[in-house]
């Protein structure tokens, strides 16, 4: 199976054929309006060579086309013949102004009055092609035809060799024309091949290169710069996903080592099981934490978040968050619900609230404060604690993976720094924002804002548990 020619032989080859058409179309117009305009002056010279023949013979007779004076320019001029319209072939010719015409140059016998013009006369005894002018009268009550004719093998010498200069110039210009385009092409398309060497040079264990961007700032030197960026992100999200496999590892480790310590003292000594167990329960929680984390980006990295579009209330779920939180701890937990909806997936919004609600828990010395409403188009919620906040400079940071700030967020009170990640992905999968700020107690303030539903959620507080 051949090879398609590349943009570079298609360019030239449709150049050679477009240029091919064009130069052959206007050479052909040009041909058929030169024919025209030779012939058409042929014909005015003979309609008036006609005129002057007839009135000599009107005036005169045939025998004044003889004389020698005013009638010789109507000789020289071509044929001349006068014509007996009531005979046929050479006896028809009363008057021929060279013997040489002696035969009729054309059939037409118009009648008196009328002219006709014959536009394919052949010369007698040649093929020679004339084009004849015939005009019928009547001279001293006999009715004749008087015949004048030009000579069209100028015209036809001139469009045969117009036409052989079309066939043997338009190829050559046609193939100069293409390659014209060939060398343009190419170096125009230099460039792309240099994009397409760098990117080939470009290991996959290595996108660290980067292609040379061209000193234009045309079309190639815009892709250049697109595919520099593309392998910047390309380069972010592989370090990304390098370091996230290798903090995943580590956090897997400390939990699957307590197991695996734990089940060997077991098998050795298992009268220590009451001091052993209540460990292993605790890694093994964590454990289960740690990779239903991160199951839950590896969903949001391949945009499965968000997999459903219903209306959900928002204050439901922050109202039963302050429920449980006043349930299961000793904490004063202030709350200020509002009616608030919005459209997404119940469980993946479920998971942000509460993963907020259990970091605020861990940081916070005495209370928490969670509250919903609706802020022009949003639906806000607020998770505050009275802990020792986040430092300015940590805000953004803190929605990292694996990213534990402090004593009071570290693993040992539960977290493996992956849930305001999640709570990241979860929010940012459903079109909106989750921030880091300062509470009014002093601690941390997490923020979340989605779009809400409609513009009609009711503002009034909610009674809570």
Do not use: C, K
Not at 227 to 246: E, G, Y
Not at 383 to 401: L, Q, S
């Amino acid at each position: 199976m051949s090879a398609s020619p590349g943009v570079r032989g298609q360019a030239a080859l449709v150049a050679v054929l477009v240029l091919a058409f064009a130069l052959f179309t206007g050479g052909g117009i040009m041909v058929g309006a030169l024919s025209t305009t030779l012939r058409r002056g042929i014909e005015d010279t003979q309609r008036a060579r006609l005129t002057e023949a007839v009135a000599v013979v009107e005036q005169r007779g045939i025998d004044g086309l003889a004389a020698a004076d005013d009638a010789h320019a109507l000789r020289a001029g071509g044929p001349l013949q006068v014509l007996d319209p009531s005979r046929t072939g050479p006896e028809s010719v009363v008057y021929a102004s060279d013997a040489r015409w002696d035969v009729p140059l054309t059939t037409a016998r118009p009648a008196p009055g009328v002219t006709v013009i014959d536009r394919r006369a052949r010369a007698p005894h040649t093929d020679m092609r004339y084009l004849a002018a015939a005009r019928g009268i009547t001279s001293q009550g006999a009715a004749y035809v008087v015949v004048t004719g030009g000579s069209l093998v100028g015209v036809d010498r001139a469009v045969r060799q117009d036409v052989a200069s079309l066939a043997a110039g338009v190829p050559l210009l046609a193939l100069l024309g293409g390659w014209a385009v060939w060398l343009l092409v190419g170096r125009t398309l230099r460039p792309v091949e240099e994009l397409r060497t760098a990117v080939e040079e470009i290991g996959a264990a290595d996108v660290t290169g980067r292609v040379p961007v061209p000193p234009r700032h045309d079309e190639i030197g815009r892709l250049a710069v697109t595919m520099n960026a593309l392998l910047t992100r390309i380069q972010r999200s592989r370090d990304s996903q390098r370091r996230f496999v290798a903090d995943a590892s580590h956090e897997l480790r400390s939990p699957v080592a307590a197991l695996g310590a734990g089940l060997e003292i077991l098998q050795h000594r298992p009268e220590e099981l009451p001091e052993v167990l209540p460990l292993m329960v605790t890694e093994t929680r964590h454990l289960a934490s740690l990779t239903d984390g991160l199951l839950v980006l590896a969903r949001a990295d391949a945009g499965m978040l968000h997999r459903r579009s219903i209306d959900v209330d928002l204050d439901d779920i922050v109202g039963a968050e302050v429920a449980r939180m006043r349930a299961s701890t000793e904490l004063t937990v202030e709350a200020r619900l509002a009616a608030a909806r919005v459209v997404g997936e119940p469980d993946d919004l479920f998971r942000a609230v509460r993963n907020l609600v259990d970091n605020a828990a861990r940081a916070a010395r005495g209370r928490i404060g969670l509250s919903v409403g609706v802020e022009g188009a949003d639906v806000v919620v607020r998770v505050d604690d009275d802990g020792p906040g986040i430092p300015a400079t940590e805000r953004a940071r803190v929605f990292g993976r694996f990213v534990r700030l402090d004593a009071d967020r570290a693993r040992a009170h539960g977290g493996a720094g992956l849930g305001l990640a999640i709570v990241h992905s979860i929010v940012t999968a459903h079109g909106g924002t989750v921030t880091a700020g300062e509470s009014p107690w002093g601690g941390a303030r997490l923020e979340i804002r989605l779009p809400a539903v409609g513009t009609g959620a009711g503002t009034g507080e909610l009674p809570v548990g």
